[in-house]
């Protein structure tokens, strides 16, 4: 059985980004880059699902400049046995993300892709279902719970107001909330061994997917700042304020 999982290189959770002075985009220079944390998720399941007793490979795959192999080793290290880096200069949007993913998939024969259910820089939500639209596959999107079954994936999904499960047929797309699971740390020797694990480099065009950007960014800007509060005396002061102010009743 072979598992499929997509890595992203974002900015780190812990760093606040800022627009830059023409808000073109973000200010990135210098900026502390780290595996997405739902991406994190994915990861740690598809070994979960290895260490169970599976006949699994995990293969992680990145999609971006030469510079991603630094989480690809990260995925390594915390127990993927190999890496694909598809790479390219060019701004890699979720559609062109599925197709690239979808030629993997069909090359590799993979039985299960898990993703995380979005980047944290881009906030799209989007390439787990393309990927499945693209491949006719089914799809358990906002994993919390997830288990093999013979030939079967089960899969809890988050929805508006509890859970819903699902029973997928593989080959089929997961993708992962918080909820999940909790990622492990890698541990030095894992490190190590992971700079010996294989990581295959090819480009979009030996996959036969053209990059291209059909987005255009107008302009980044920082949220507006919240007021200060003020405190009322009487709940009539409250409602006047929240009518004649606020103007939200």
């Known amino acids: 059985m072979k598992i499929l999982v997509g890595i992203k290189r974002v900015v780190d959770a812990n760093v606040k980004v800022r627009p830059k002075a023409d808000g073109s985009g973000m200010e990135l220079m210098n900026a502390k880059m780290a595996m997405n944390p739902f991406c994190e998720i994915a990861v740690e399941e598809a070994i979960r ?53 979808r030629q993997i998939v069909l090359k590799e024969q993979i039985d299960l892709v898990i993703l995380g259910k979005l980047s944290i820089d881009s906030d799209n ?3 787990g279902q393309m990927l499945a639209a693209l491949l006719d596959y089914p799809q358990g999107t906002f994993a919390c ?63 036969n997917v053209e990059i291209e950007s059909k987005l255009k960014v107008v302009n980044v800007s ?28």
């Open 125 to 127: 939500n989007q390439v």
């Open 49 to 101: 699902i290895k260490e169970s007793g599976e006949n699994v490979e995990v293969i992680a795959v990145s999609i971006g400049s030469s510079v991603c192999q630094e989480q690809i080793r990260t995925a390594l290290a915390l127990g993927a046995d190999r890496g694909i880096l598809v790479e390219t200069e060019n701004v890699v949007e979720p559609l062109s993300v599925a197709k690239v993913l």
């Open 145 to 207: 719970k997830a288990g093999l079954s013979g030939d079967d994936i089960e899969v809890s999904r988050e929805i508006d107001g509890g859970e819903q499960t699902v029973r997928l047929k593989l080959p089929a797309i997961v993708t992962t909330d918080l909820r999940l699971n909790e990622p492990r740390y890698a541990s030095l020797p894992n490190i190590m061994k992971a700079k010996k694990k294989e990581i295959d480099f090819i480009t979009p065009e030996e996959l």
């Open 222 to 249: 920082p949220p507006e700042e919240r007021l200060a509060g003020v405190k009322v005396e009487s709940v009539a002061e409250l409602v006047d304020k929240l009518r004649n102010e606020a103007k939200v009743i």
